[in-house]
């Protein structure tokens, strides 16, 4: 089983940053992060910022320069590093794991931007 516990969300005025976290646990075998999705109100869940098990990453152009995606691989972690927030970043970030074929997800952090 694995399970995905994420931590780090929360209100935050524009121009501000968070950290988002993901760690993971389990006996999955290749348990890898592949990234941080988002979800805004009305919308569809779209992807952030990807990373591969090589540590390749590649984000959306809406937060390019400004959202940062990274791992410890030590610590079965993987991080969102947000700054320059806009109210539009607003919405609920998951991350997601893929191991054993299948895609894990994280409970969903509501991440809020003020203006």
């Known amino acids: 089983q694995v399970q995905l516990v994420e931590s780090g969300g929360g209100l935050v005025q524009a121009g501000g940053s968070l950290r988002l976290s993901c760690v993971a646990s389990?006996?999955?075998?290749?348990?890898?992060?592949r990234g941080w999705y988002r979800q805004a109100p009305g919308k569809q869940r779209e992807l952030v910022a990807g990373i591969t098990s090589g540590g390749t990453t590649n984000y959306a152009d809406s937060v390019k320069g400004r959202f940062t995606v990274s791992r410890d691989s030590a610590k079965n972690t993987v991080y969102l590093q947000m700054n320059s927030l806009k109210p539009e970043d607003t919405g609920v970030y998951y991350c997601?794991?893929?191991?054993?074929?299948?895609?894990?997800w994280g409970q969903g952090l509501q991440v809020t931007v003020s203006s």
């Open positions: 389990g006996s999955i075998f290749s348990l890898n992060p």
């Open positions: 997601k794991w893929r191991g054993g074929g299948n895609d894990y």
